[in-house]
């Protein structure tokens, strides 16, 4: 009845205009609580000896977004989705309650990690600690997500390796960017393409972009 309800884009609107209220902060209170989760409280990587220069904070994706604009997302049943920087995992959370067949999250701070590890309990979803430009990406993944994890000569090295698993698994990978403030960055990435206006509102564009890189450039 609700998932019914929240297919009526006025009444998605509407919702979505209503956060930054309180009825949005006691929403995000009340996820956290209700999944048994700690995700909510933003992080300070100069807390954890990081440099912030080149590694942005933890701020979570707010749950609102999440589930009123990512609805029409095209996932492969069975495909393998990996976050860029998956902080104390809540997009892994949401992922989780998807089609895809395995779940992995990437993330720097190792405290940070082990958060998402136990957020994450009751799921099959692998953590691995590390840098997202450097630690090997398992082979199977062709979902990507981020939300403003590092600055941009981190994040073309890592578009770049983007790239690189297409061309590895002969598989257009897609990649599901939020907040996506270096999108003019990605115009000339080979193979390329932005699917955004395909699957996001005019509106949800201004927040999240989705991308596919095909191995074959034309
Ligand atoms: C803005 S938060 C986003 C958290 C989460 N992806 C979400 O959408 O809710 C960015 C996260 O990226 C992590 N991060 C920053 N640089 C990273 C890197 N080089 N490799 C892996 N994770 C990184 C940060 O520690 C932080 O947890």
Known sequence: MLQRALQLPWLRNRLLDLRWSRVYRLHERWMDFYLGVETKKCEKPENFGIDPSECFAY??????????QLRKIPIRAGEVFCELGCGKGRVLL?????????????????ELANQARKNLRSTEAEIITGDASKVAIPDDVTFFYAFQPFPLHIFLTVVERMRAQALKSNTPVRFLYNSPVYHEYLEGTAGLTDLSHLYLTERAQN???FYEISPHVE
């Not at 701020?59 to 009123?68: F, K, Q, R, T």
């Open 207 to 209: 927040e999240f972009r």
């Open 59 to 68: 701020v979570p994706a707010d749950w609102w977004g999440l589930s009123l």
């Open 94 to 110: 949401w992922a989780s309650r998807k089609a895809f067949g395995r779940i992995v999250g990437i993330e720097l701070i190792p």
